[in-house]
């Protein structure tokens, strides 16, 4: 292994841009990369930067149909269809410009992660342009073009890992990933989020039930929290599932989902987390990287829509504890000054913040965890059970 960590920048993943009054700014990233380098992250030794190239059709065909990825290029070079049947119109998938063209580059950079991850060239890698986890095969879905870690995903299991766990901590549920993987007992998806269907929560699944295919039950481990859920409550559930079930599941890679939408200041969802948080969740999920998966752990970014006062700080967080470094809790004056001429107001001038307050949401938390332990058991019990017939086969 001759690096410890490397960050992959793709300037060009700023055309992934819905426009103006979309809450998904490409600004979101690039002051993340900013603020990476101005703590000077990415001059720690064994620290690495990566380019990244457009993933090609081939590439993104091992999640997508033709017709969507024809769709999408046509769509975002102006050409009239019927692109309501592949999920863009007004609202949450608006057509935008070079659609085709931000959407390869984000799932090219997912990939070039997973390159440099799998091949040893270094341990962990991260792509903070990435983690658009709604996409589906034949459509887009909320905000995301592309499914980009399914992408990676994809491409390692074609390059040969046998065995690969995603674990997914966006607020909202991971559900591109889960249902693109759903029978496939290769890959294990685990997602811890916000669930409140009756409210019309997005997307309306990540049920406890949801649980895997007919041919990879227990595949999929969903931790749905109820809004309001804050720090306590969260860490609690995501300490009590996350590690088992992937150290049982004993993967050749670790892929995370990073979306920092979890926190308390988000405007699109209701948990109440904070930055401290972040750090512990990081450091869970390093270590059990390098426990479970030989240290291999590609990281992608996601959703997060305080695009200047918490995602690059949380983003900040998850790649020091990836490079191993510790920062001071300042943040260097040279970024505040970017970041709040950018958002026209005032940014926090430290990584850290007051914890947030306990909610009733937090006590129902470990209940939930516990709920998906059994279930996660069960699954486990059923499977030997009707695994032994096959062994006695070729019996006397
Ligand atoms: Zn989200
Ligand atoms: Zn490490």
Known sequence: MSGLAALVVAPEAKIYDHGMRHPLRPLRVVLTWDLIAAYGLDRVPGVSQLGAEPADDDTLMLVHTRDFLDATREAGHGADGPWGRFGYGPGDNPIFD??????????????????????????????????????????????????????????????????????????????????????????????????????????????????????????????????????????????????????????????????????????????????????????????????????????????????????????????????GATLPDELPESWIERAEFELRAAVPATLSEPASHRSPADDEAPDVAAAVMRGWAEVDRAEQVTARPHEDEGGP
């Not at 499914?147 to 890992?161: H, V």
């Not at 949801?210 to 860490?235: F, K, Y």
Request: proline share 7%; aromatic share 8%; with cysteine.
């Open 98 to 323: 070079r659609m085709h063209e931000a959407g390869a580059i984000v799932a090219g950079a997912s990939v070039e992660a997973a390159r440099a991850v799998l091949t040893g060239d270094v341990a962990h890698a991260f792509n903070a342009a990435g983690g658009l986890h709604h996409a589906m095969p034949d459509r887009a879905s909320g905000f995301c073009v592309y499914d980009d870690p399914a992408i990676a995903i994809a491409w390692m299991l074609q390059q040969g890992a046998e065995r690969i766990a995603y674990v997914d901590v966006d607020v909202h549920h991971g559900d591109g990933p889960q249902a693109i993987f759903w029978n496939d007992p290769r890959v294990l998806t685990v997602s811890i989020h916000e669930y409140a269907p009756e409210l019309g929560f997005f997307p309306g699944t990540g049920a406890l039930s949801e649980r895997g295919g007919p041919d990879a039950p227990g595949s999929a481990v969903n931790v749905p929290l109820a809004p309001g859920t804050s720090d306590d409550g969260w860490l609690g559930a995501f300490r009590a599932v996350v590690p088992p079930v992937v150290r049982a599941f004993s993967p050749d890679v670790l892929v995370t989902q990073l979306g920092c939408d979890t926190h308390a200041s988000d405007p699109l969802a209701h948990l109440g987390l904070t930055t401290g948080a972040y750090r512990q969740a990081a450091v869970v999920l390093h270590e059990l990287a390098h426990e479970a998966a030989a240290g291999r752990w590609v990281a992608t970014g996601g959703g997060g829509y305080q695009w200047a006062t918490v995602v690059p700080r949380a983003w900040t967080l998850y790649f020091a504890e990836m490079a």
